[in-house]
């Protein structure tokens, strides 16, 4: 089974031309991240299989369904740049909030919502409001809030975006650790080729005006192959992926 | 609690400096006030006008009129007072319930928003004047079920009408307050507009609204008194001030009791939305 599968897609605001003839997909379990200059609609076809855009024209199916099937149906968990916790609720409260939704029993989900706070690591912030949380423990939250009704499938737009250097590379090692413990795949929206480049399966590098794909590129641990984020981070096949998304990302430019 | 308490004391310095400003204006000020050319500039200071705050207070505890057997003038306050609140609460609670209600209409009905909005907003500027004696001409052809209108039922009616503007607009602005990145969660969580409701847009409204039921209690009390006095409904403190005040040449210290009262009927309105503050504390923080 395939978590995404795109073919033909076509997307137009007025006469902006946002997606044109995007075909790819997503295996179960894979990693894959979208990378391309701003405008180049990366986050317009993330949006798409979320179901919050729909497609002009063309194949939209997630985990084999349409987007708005798979929405109803929570097939996937999405997080934001923004963490977008509700200042309401606990902690705990949050990473509840989708099973709470779909009705879930109270028991339940306070006991799915630990198990998840353990997985984050705030396992001891289960009561704390989000205002006195930082902001990589506030996205890991709202990552355990995507999290929440085993999603075969992550979306994220550009998650550690406002984070700082040093958080947004602990991040990175712990959204692979969950990625790999829950076995979802993750479709990643991101400005960074670094970023882009350690995490992936597969770098899916886009041009703007028309938004398309120019190049799929391997990352630099292809076939999700274990192994510790920071020896990754000092190999020659991290350092080759750079070079090869930056050079993808240069080529699409058109100079 | 250490900020409310401290609040209060506060309130009770602002209460004491405002009597050392009375009792100052009438040391320093000249009796007969300050005119030049023929134009008064500051007002007459003198007992007549401006009586002692002592006096005042000690008004309340004498009787209305001279004999036996009259109530102080203190009860009378007390129960006018009492009879205005459950006016102005009651107003506060049909106009507050209603104003929530058309919120709730307009925030799910854009269409109903865009045409109900500009009416809400013009109702408010015609003059409360104007309104009193329509609401009690209308009410007064009202017969339901063997129950004839009150002319108290004008005066919450009318309390209702100035209490209801608030809470729409305030609820309007709350139920619209959350970002489009959250109202985008919901709908990626495939929630329901019902469900976005309870769970999205009611406890964002409530920094909105607490603010907003507590203007609403103010013009509620104010509306009240007001609706009184133009529909001649008696048993109120509105009523009172009126008829205090037309002996206030003699008696010009029963006058300023009445109005005294009146203010602390506004504290208590007041007070009561604290307590609703308190209630929904867990709500509050992203506004005010």
Redesign the interface.
């Known amino acids: 089974m395939t978590a995404v599968e795109l073919e033909d897609v076509d997307k137009r605001f007025g006469e902006v031309h946002a997606l044109d003839g995007i075909d790819l997909t997503i295996a179960d379990g894979e990693f894959v991240s979208l990378i391309g200059p701003s405008g180049c609609g990366k986050s317009t076809l993330l949006r798409i299989i979320?179901?919050?855009e729909q497609a002009g024209g063309g194949t939209v199916l997630v985990a084999g369904k349409s987007p708005q099937r798979a929405?109803?149906d929570?097939e996937?968990g999405?997080a934001?740049q923004?963490a977008?916790l509700?200042?309401?609720r606990t902690v705990a409260e949050n990473v509840e909030?989708?099973l709470?939704?779909?009705g879930m029993g109270k028991a339940q989900r306070r006991a799915r919502a630990a198990e998840l706070l353990e997985l984050v690591g705030l396992a001891d912030f289960a009561a704390s409001r989000p205002?006195q949380l930082s902001g990589g423990m506030q996205q890991r939250v709202a990552i355990a809030r995507a999290l929440a009704p085993s999603p075969r499938l992550l979306l994220m737009d550009e998650p550690f975006g406002a984070l700082d250097e040093m958080t947004r590379e602990r991040m990175q090692a712990e959204l692979l650790r969950l990625a790999r413990e829950t076995g979802a795949a993750v479709l990643f929206v991101t400005h960074s080729i670094p970023e882009a480049a350690v995490l992936s399966d597969r770098v899916v590098v886009m041009s703007p005006r028309p938004g398309r794909i120019t190049e799929v590129i391997g990352g630099c641990r292809p076939g999700g192959a274990v192994g510790d984020i920071d020896d990754v981070r000092e190999s020659t096949a991290f350092f080759e992926a750079i070079t090869a998304v930056r050079e993808s990302l240069r080529k699409a430019h058109g100079s | 609690m250490v900020s409310r308490s401290r609040s209060l004391l506060t309130a009770v310095a602002a209460f004491l400096l405002l009597v050392v400003l009375w009792e100052l204006a009438k040391l320093v000020l000249p009796a007969d006030g300050v005119t030049v050319g023929g134009t008064r500039l500051l007002p007459r200071t003198g007992d007549a006008a401006m009586p002692h705050v002592w006096t005042v207070l000690e008004r309340l505890g004498t009787p209305e009129v001279a004999g036996a057997g009259s109530r102080t003038v203190g009860a009378a306050v007390a129960s006018g007072a009492l009879f205005t609140l459950g006016l102005a609460l009651g107003g506060l609670v049909i106009g507050g319930v209603s104003g929530v209600l058309l919120a709730l209409i307009m925030a799910r009905f854009g269409l109903v928003q865009r045409a109900a909005l500009p009416y809400v907003v013009a109702s408010q500027t015609v003059p409360l004047i104007a309104v009193a004696p329509l609401v009690a001409g209308w009410g007064g052809k009202i017969h339901i079920l063997g129950w004839a209108w009150q002319s108290w039922a004008s005066v919450m009616v009318i309390a209702a009408y100035l209490a209801f503007f608030p809470v729409a607009v305030g609820m309007l602005r709350g139920l619209t307050s959350p970002a489009k990145a959250d109202v985008e969660l919901f709908r990626a969580l495939a929630a329901g507009w019902w469900t976005t409701l309870l769970r999205l847009r009611l406890p964002a409204s409530v920094p909105h609204v607490v603010p907003a039921v507590r203007l609403a209690a103010a013009a509620a009390v104010v509306g009240a008194i007001v609706a009184e006095i133009s529909t001649g409904t008696r048993g109120g403190i509105g009523r009172l001030i009126i008829s205090y005040a037309q002996a206030a040449t003699g008696d010009p210290s029963q006058m300023y009791a009445a109005i005294l009262g009146a203010a602390v009927l506004g504290l208590v309105a007041a007070a009561a939305v604290g307590l609703l503050d308190v209630g929904l504390k867990r709500y509050r923080g992203s506004v005010s």
């Open positions: 979320a179901d919050l929405r109803v929570q996937y999405i934001f923004a977008g509700l200042e309401w909030l989708p709470q939704v779909h205002g």
